[in-house]
């Protein structure tokens, strides 16, 4: 990290006594001309902030402080517009013998009247008069907002009598909050100063209680706007959760309980031990820093820490890539522990506001009454006890025994009880006393598991036990990936926050609360023995990350070491490390892999052994994907996980001994046969188009879905050869595309490029080719919003149906190419890759293309092997935010695998052109969404 700098005095930036002096000199040189005269005063001025800016941004760079930062950048802004006013009193309006009523007062208000300011911050002023507005008042409040306006402020400004204000900010909370920070610029001393007075007399005076409320409930509403949690990798750095707008509440509240002290001053009242100082001062010094520097380096105010903008911020802060962690990681992390810092300041804040000021009622902290003293009801646990709602403790009941530091959360989880800030406070202060006989105490460790495995709400309790500090204390493994990020645009959260959500969505999932979205896993559930198991791998799932050997096998390593340690048996030791290093596995099937290949589901049950694993795995993998983020869950990969899970429990059904292929083919010839029979019954006409279908088919379709395909297949003969339909599918989160035609080669390029045109995603596909030569394409596809295509307007739909129809037929599809373009994307680093697998499949050989998502990516890959003269029989597409993984299961022109060495490096060189190739068709950017596999089988 860089040196941090001496502080530099104002004058050496800005001389306001020359600045002035210059000005003046500007006026009489041009007395007469009012047009030359504001010219050059506006030259001076914008020179003048030029200059601060400039030598601000220099020793920001050179390792100068965010506070430091932001006070020197309103200082200069101060001395630029005083300076103005003066200019424009003295010699522009002057009022020689002025009246009483054409005093004015220049106040900064809001943030700027707190003595912080960002590089491109707005400027709020208030102009104080004593009566009603007077023609003088009036021109020199345009003349400086006009010449504010050039100087390239953005103002918000406002003209009011103390009697108005005192007025509006009783009335107005957001108002009210702004003059609390006001602070006279210049103009007339006096009646500032009186409205100072009577705000703090009139407004302030015994609305402490309302005031803190309404902040609150404010900041909780803004937080919901910007992302409830504070770990969205993306933060918003003034107004998220955990940001500058945060430690801002805590001033607000501070001056309007302890008027006229500073927070400094107040901060010294008992309210926060010397830790606790220090940590709200290097909080709010590195977010201010963080967001001088956004500001600096997009030259606008810009507050989101976006992904583009991360890697440039860790340079501008002296970070650099250290072991396997990249700068950017390092430097995000070091933000989100700030974030988590923040968070637990408001709590301890929020626990001097209860004991001084007022009361909260139960059930959160945006919710006050008048303070009246609230019975203590004491509990059966000794040292606990019920305040007002909530589970306090007495002192030093943490120091007679460090297990109380669980017992505090589990307390408070079966009871349903919000913890008491004291309490919170008092175990965040204490959790060092978490030792390593602590961790290796098995009442302690009967204790955690109560929490995690067995307790009401085990999303809410770990998330208050990471705040306070004492899980990642508890359990080092995870302690490790506290606030830990990944660069990428696939995860949103950190990775501590989406293992919390993921224990979250199990518990949902086992009390029955997702049944419409994950029916399977809550059919499952009951079924599992070892939920304890299941818990703890999911909290240890990704504490590999980052670790020697790769995610999977350092997470095993760490879940063995904190199992062996919590005093497990070593068959469940066994169970939770098996778990964790094959977590990803069931998803790496289903989403890459065809499961109506025998193969395939032969070798995922190979790894897996056992119904109970198949068991655990489906509701671990279910949790893990739904947790990554929003959006990235669907209906489409819930129906990949049901269909692998049904032909693994095919196999397994079979019996120990059994041939993996023979169950499944078993298992699919029985459904094909009962789906047969179903579909003559009630389409006659159907039945020798049934027959001819394969019966992988009749698995990856209900009845309904197959009587539509065997309609479709009849219009596409009757005919010109060809027939689509297209429909939304809300179930799926997609529309659903439904191509019949006579196969031939290329024919899935073809149609690949038809919906690419049309500015459609492709989220997966299904191809099946009958005995007779009919091929059935299903296409599954979004918008670039991730919702269903054509969901808004049927038109686009329909004449989808119509170019896909056309493009079976052979008939060209106009589209039209562009340059790619990045956007956000262009902040990762994408290395193309391209394996070749023959052992995947019995029949075909599978081709993995992976490199940057991009519109027209599948269509490309597609046209690059059939130029090659193979043939696709199965495509599964998959995506991880910005990186595209598409797998193709080809075979040549004779129907076999590629085993020539020197035809099949050359296809490994055409797919990594077509990858990096950047002249793509015009279409959606797949590059944001998350991308399912398609199963395809001919």
């Given at each position: 990290m ?6 530099t005095?104002l ?6 006594v ?21 010219k ?14 400039m ?23 101060d001395e ?7 200019f ?31 590089p ?14 007077t ?52 103009g ?5 100063a009186?409205?100072v007075?009577?705000f ?38 003034k ?14 509240i ?7 002290e ?30 001088s ?16 903008l ?13 072991g396997?962690a ?14 988590k810092?923040v ?9 001097k ?9 139960p ?12 019975k203590?009801?004491?509990?059966d ?19 007679r ?14 009871r ?6 004291d ?23 009967k ?16 998330t ?60 499952i559930?009951?079924?599992i ?5 299941l ?78 694993r ?29 269909e692998?899970?049904?032909?693994t ?14 169950a ?32 992988a088919?009749?698995t ?29 599918r ?29 500015g459609a ?31 808004t ?25 562009r ?8 902040a ?13 499949s ?26 090659a003269?193979l ?50 068709p ?17």
């Amino acid at each position: 990290m860089p040196t941090r700098l001496k502080p530099t005095r104002l004058e050496y930036v800005v001389d306001g006594v020359k600045l002035r002096s210059q000005l003046s000199t500007a006026a009489l040189e041009h007395l007469g001309d009012e047009a030359a005269q504001r010219k050059a005063a506006l030259d001076i001025l914008k020179a003048a902030l030029f200059r601060g800016r400039m030598i601000a941004k220099e020793r920001l760079e050179n390792g100068a402080g965010g506070i430091e930062t932001a006070r020197l950048l309103s200082g200069v802004t101060d001395e630029v517009v005083s300076a103005l006013y003066d200019f424009t009193t003295v010699h522009v309006f002057r009022a020689r013998n002025p009246t009483e009523g054409e005093r004015l007062a220049l106040m900064a208000v809001g943030g700027y009247g707190r003595g912080t300011l960002a590089p491109y911050s707005d400027l709020d002023l208030l102009f104080v008069r004593p009566y009603k507005q007077t023609a003088h008042a009036e021109s020199v409040i345009e003349y400086m907002l006009y010449a504010l306006w050039d100087l390239g402020f953005k103002v918000g400004h406002a003209s009011r009598t103390i009697d108005e204000c005192v007025k509006l900010s009783r009335e107005d909370m957001t108002i009210r909050t702004s003059i609390l920070e006001a602070r006279r610029l210049t103009g007339d001393e006096k009646l500032a100063a009186e409205l100072v007075r009577r705000f703090r007399d009139e407004v302030v005076r015994g609305t402490g209680a309302e005031f803190v409320a309404a902040k609150l409930k404010e900041r909780d509403d803004r937080q919901a706007r910007a992302g409830a949690s504070r770990y969205l990798v993306e933060p918003n750095v003034k107004e998220g959760k955990g940001g500058l707008r945060d430690l801002n509440t805590l001033f607000w509240i501070a001056q309007y309980l302890h008027p006229g002290e500073s927070l400094e001053r107040v901060m010294q009242m008992d309210l926060f031990d010397r830790r606790e100082v220090r940590a709200f001062i290097v909080a709010f010094d590195f977010l201010w820093a963080v967001r001088s520097h956004l500001h600096f380096a997009t030259g606008r105010p810009e507050e989101r820490l976006s992904f583009d903008l991360q890697p440039e911020l860790a340079r501008r802060m002296g970070y650099g890539d250290r072991g396997d962690a990249p700068a950017v990681e390092r430097f995000m992390r070091r933000y989100f522990l700030i974030a988590k810092d923040v968070g637990a300041l408001t709590r301890v804040f929020a626990a001097k506001l209860e004991a001084d000021q007022v009361k909260m009622a139960p059930k959160g902290i945006s919710r006050f009454i008048p303070g009246r003293k609230v019975k203590r009801k004491p509990l059966d646990e000794p040292g606990f006890h019920e305040v007002g709602g909530r589970l306090d403790v007495d002192p030093e009941i943490f120091a007679r025994d460090p297990v109380n530091l669980l017992r505090l959360f589990r307390i408070a989880d079966e009871r349903n009880l919000d913890l008491h800030p004291d309490a919170f406070t008092a175990a965040s202060r204490s959790m060092n006393l978490i030792t390593s006989a602590v961790r290796r105490d098995p009442g302690a460790a009967k204790v955690f598991l109560d929490i995690l495995a067995r307790g009401r709400d085990p999303r809410t309790t770990l998330t208050l036990m990471n705040e306070a500090g004492v899980l990642g204390r508890y359990l080092p493994e995870f302690g490790r990936i506290v606030a830990q990020m990944q660069f990428n645009m696939y995860h949103s959260y950190t990775v501590d926050e989406h293992t919390l959500r993921a224990v979250g969505i199990i518990a949902d999932i086992a009390a029955g609360r997702l049944q419409a979205d994950h029916p399977l896993a809550v059919q499952i559930m009951p079924l599992i023995a070892d939920r304890e198991a299941l818990f703890l791998a999911m909290l240890l799932h990704d504490t590999g990350k980052g670790g020697a050997g790769g995610q999977e096998v350092a997470g095993a390593r760490a879940a063995r070491q904190a199992c062996e340690r919590l005093g497990l048996e070593r068959s469940k030791i066994e169970l939770v490390a098996w778990l964790v290093e094959h977590h990803l596995v069931m998803s790496d099937y289903a989403q890459k892999r065809d499961v109506s290949d025998p193969r395939t589901v032969a070798d995922f049950a190979r790894i897996v052994q056992t119904p109970e694993r198949l068991r655990l795995l489906l509701v671990l993998t279910v949790a893990d994907i739904r947790a990554v983020g929003p959006g990235v869950w669907n209906g489409w990969k819930g129906q990949l996980m049901r269909e692998l899970y049904a032909a693994t429990e095919a196999v397994f059904r079979g019996g120990r001994g059994s041939d993996a292929a023979a169950a499944l083919r078993r298992y699919q010839e029985n459904a094909a046969y009962d789906a047969r029979v179903r579909l003559a019954k009630a389409d006659p006409a159907a039945e020798a188009w049934g027959d001819a279908m394969e019966d992988a088919y009749f698995t990856a379709f209900d009845d309904a879905e197959v009587l539509k395909h065997a309609g479709l297949a009849r219009t596409a003969r009757e005919g010109r050869g060809a027939a689509a339909i297209c429909a939304v599918r809300d179930d799926l989160n997609a529309s659903e595309l439904m191509v019949a035609a006579t196969d031939r080669p290329r024919l899935f390029m073809d149609l690949a490029d038809a919906i690419t045109a049309a500015g459609a995603n492709v989220v997966g596909a299904r191809v099946f080719t009958s005995r007779t030569g009919q091929a059935l394409d299903v296409f599954f596809v979004q918008d670039i919003n991730g919702q269903p295509f054509g969901a808004t307007d049927p038109r686009v739909l329909i004449r989808l149906a119509d170019d896909l129809a056309a493009a079976a037929r052979g008939e060209p599809v106009g589209r039209e190419v562009r340059r790619k373009d990045l956007g956000r994307t262009a902040a990762f680093a994408i290395v193309p890759t391209v394996m070749l697998d023959n052992e995947a499949s019995e029949t075909a050989t599978v081709v993995e293309a992976s490199g940057r998502d991009r519109p027209g990516l599948l269509a490309a890959l597609a046209r690059t092997l059939a130029d090659a003269g193979l043939t696709i029989t199965s495509a599964h597409i998959d995506g991880y935010g910005e990186r595209a993984v598409d797998a193709f299961y080809v075979v040549d022109e004779a129907g076999a695998k590629l085993t020539d060495a020197r035809k099949g490096n050359a296809l490994k060189a055409a797919l990594l052109a077509a990858l990096a190739d950047e002249a793509e068709p015009t279409g959606a950017r797949r590059a944001a969404l998350p991308r399912a596999r398609a199963s395809v089988a001919r």
